[in-house]
Structures are given as structure tokens and as C-alpha cells.
Nanobody, 126 residues
Framework: QVQLVESGGGLVQAGGSLRLSCAAS????????MAWFRQPPGKEREFVGN????????YYVDSVKGRFTISRDNAKNTVYLQMNSLKPEDTAVYYC???????????????????WGQGTQVTVSL
């Protein structure tokens, strides 16, 4: 089992920045990738980006490319989501997720991840 705990959410004005953190604990040695998803009010959970734990390759949804950056600290078992130039449409509950090597499912869909954090609210005001 892997436990994930997010932190860093809050209220920010449009154009501002926030950094989310996701600390992993438990059986993290099998982690292949970690991702950030978000769920805007009244909408389905959507992929934001992910990072491969060993090589560090990252992938992002088009709407956040150039504004959001995912990074990791292997020693701390922590992944970060740096969000710059925030827009009101970025308002959502942000979730951290992890998948182990060999886990099935599509990597850019929620079903592709077996472990989830509790979520942290990000609100971007005009």
C-alpha cells in the first residue's frame, strides 16, 4: 500500500502561483509514476500531468503546458506541482495519484492509478 498526502492548496488571484506537494509513504519502491489530476466543480476528474519516477519524464495536458511544472524529490518521496500564471479555470480540487509498475489502465485516466491522496482545494479568483 502507498499513502499519499497533498498540501499547498489555497486561494490565489489570477496570474499568481501556488506549489502543491504530495508526500508518499508505504511501499513506494514499486512506484512507476505519479500524477496530478484535478476535478473542477461539477465536472469529472481530469488529467493534469504526470512524472515517471525513475527517469523523470513528464507529460502535461495542453491547457497547462508552459504554466505548470511537475518535479520530484526521490529522497523525500515527494512530488510537486508548481502552478504559475493561474487562471480562474484552474479552480478545482487537485489530487495526487500513483501507479506501480505493471499496473493496468490508461496512464492519463483516473483508472490508470491505484493510489490517491485526499485532494487539496485550489481556488483562483479574478
Amino acid at each position: 500500500q502507498v499513502q499519499l498526502v497533498e498540501s499547498g492548496g489555497g486561494l490565489v488571484q489570477a496570474g499568481g502561483s501556488l506549489r502543491l506537494s504530495c508526500a508518499a509513504s508505504g511501499r513506494t519502491f514499486s512506484t512507476a509514476a505519479m500524477a496530478w489530476f484535478r476535478q473542477p466543480p461539477g465536472k469529472e476528474r481530469e488529467f493534469v500531468g504526470n512524472i515517471h519516477w525513475s527517469g523523470g519524464a513528464t507529460y502535461y495536458v495542453d491547457s497547462v503546458k508552459g504554466r505548470f511544472t511537475i518535479s520530484r524529490d526521490n529522497a523525500k518521496n515527494t512530488v510537486y506541482l508548481q502552478m504559475n500564471s493561474l487562471k480562474p479555470e484552474d479552480t478545482a480540487v487537485y489530487y495526487c495519484a500513483a501507479r506501480n509498475a505493471g499496473y493496468g489502465g490508461i496512464w492519463y485516466r483516473p483508472s490508470g492509478y491505484e493510489y490517491w491522496g485526499q485532494g487539496t482545494q485550489v481556488t483562483v479568483s479574478l
